[in-house]
């Protein structure tokens, strides 16, 4: 089954950090390019971080130089570290692939910022 299993989240306080893990099945996460989106209540899902098969990466303006996405091909898992988080960046974050082709989004995991 293809799918991606999403972990990591929590609360955490203003100025906290977080390590987001993506933990891909059924496909090896080597032949895609691979990203994290978020979506907060009331808000459309928006692109976080991408890193490319290369390991090229790319950051949504609101979290460069604060969050780092890596990736681990031998555990066929993605990361995304988030450090000096602010109450903005609270939502439910998921891990996607691309080409997105038949992979679901999975169920995300929540993260939480107290000010």
């Known amino acids: 089954q293809v799918q991606v299993v999403e972990s990591g989240g929590g609360l955490v306080q203003f100025g906290g950090s977080l390590r987001l893990s993506c933990v891909a099945s059924g496909f090896t996460i080597s032949s895609y390019h691979m990203s994290w989106y978020r979506q907060a209540p009331g808000k459309e899902r928006e692109l976080v971080a991408s890193i490319t098969t290369t390991g090229s990466t790319n950051y949504a303006d609101s979290v460069k130089g604060r969050f780092t996405i890596s990736r681990d091909n031998a555990k066929n898992t993605v990361y995304l570290q988030m450090n000096s988080l602010k109450p903005e960046d609270a939502a439910v974050y998921y891990c996607?692939?691309?080409?997105?082709?038949?992979?679901?989004w999975g169920q995300g995991t929540q993260v939480t910022v107290s000010s």
């Open positions: 996607m692939r691309s080409p997105k082709s038949v992979l679901a």
